[in-house]
């Protein structure tokens, strides 16, 4: 198993500019942070408590950590602004521009992530989530987004791109690490990738995981048998496989990005797996 985040820093470790502006936001400053793991960003990622006892989840970072983070979490920001309260993700509560520093200051979800490898028991509510996600964010509530085939242009060969149209809301970054299990449901967390795209999208890519990690048919039994995906003709899901295969095997190989030592490992061992899945459903 790859583990995912790369050299997080914590609390203790960012600019006082940067707790202030998160007491700003809160009303009073932060008493107790607690570092977060998970994840592929370089940033903090800390839930935090104020000494008035406001709960909240803290993510910061600069290109000191790494060049194009600041950029994801302005565009998060941007996004979670917008998410309507239907859709199961955090409540935006602040997002700040410290000097150099991007800062998001959300809801603190009180939950934990699925355990790894996938249990059927706790994919069930994520599955839940996604389709609660279709029903809300069809046609997209949020303006402006691109539409999946934009967002990976030149990451999936045009075979696969051609059946990324649609109109639905899609996180396009769903794994374990961006799900969070609380009170019998699930909440999607980070939103810097949203695009729009068929409904199914986000499922099909969550399933990446599931069949990797998970119990042997776990994810076929979930194609078969979701709303989402079960009257889509199952040539276009494999041939969407076949082209995040290629995606993932591409970038493997490529250098690893400042402060995400732990990347291209996990787009290598993703993709050797979607390779094995496409061919187990090519017979």
């Known amino acids: ?18 707790h202030a502006a998160v007491a700003e936001v809160l009303g009073a400053p932060v008493a107790r942070a607690v570092s977060q ?16 006892g406001t709960r909240a989840f803290v993510k910061a970072v600069s290109p ?30 602040g997002a700040r521009e410290v000097g150099d520093w991007q800062v998001l200051v959300l809801e603190d979800v009180p939950g934990r992530h699925p355990a790894l490898p996938w249990r059927p028991e ?7 989530a996604l389709e609660t996600l279709a029903a809300v964010g069809t046609p997209c509530p949020v303006p402006d987004l691109p539409t999946a085939r934009e967002s ?26 961006n799900l969070l299990l609380t009170g019998g449901r699930a909440v999607l967390v980070d939103w810097p990738h949203a695009c729009t795209g068929p409904v199914w999208l986000d499922l099909l890519a969550l399933l990446f995981e599931v069949d990797r990690l998970g119990d042997e048919g776990l994810a076929e039994d979930v194609l078969r048998t979701s709303p989402l995906t079960r009257d889509v003709d199952p040539g276009v899901l ?11 095997l591409t970038r493997a190989a490529e250098p690893d990005p400042p402060g995400l030592p732990t990347l291209r490992a996990f787009q290598r061992v993703q993709g050797e797996a979607l390779e094995r899945w496409v061919s187990r459903r090519r017979g």
């Open 37 to 52: 793991p998970g994840g592929f960003s370089p940033g903090s990622a800390d839930r935090v408590e104020t000494a008035a």
């Open 238 to 248: 494999t041939t969407v496989l076949a082209g995040f295969a290629h995606f993932f």
């Open 152 to 177: 990976l242009a030149g990451e999936l060969p045009e075979w696969a791109l051609v059946h990324l149209d649609g109109d639905c809301l899609v996180h396009l970054d769903l794994r374990a690490d």
């Open 122 to 128: 706790e994919l069930a509510p994520v599955v839940a």
């Open 1 to 18: 198993m790859i583990a995912s985040g790369g050299n997080r820093i914590e609390w203790a470790e960012l600019p006082v500019a940067v």
């Open 64 to 93: 000191a950590q790494n060049a194009g983070s600041p950029e994801l979490h302005a565009r998060e920001g941007r996004i979670a602004a917008l998410l309507p309260a239907g859709v199961p993700a955090p409540r935006l509560l």
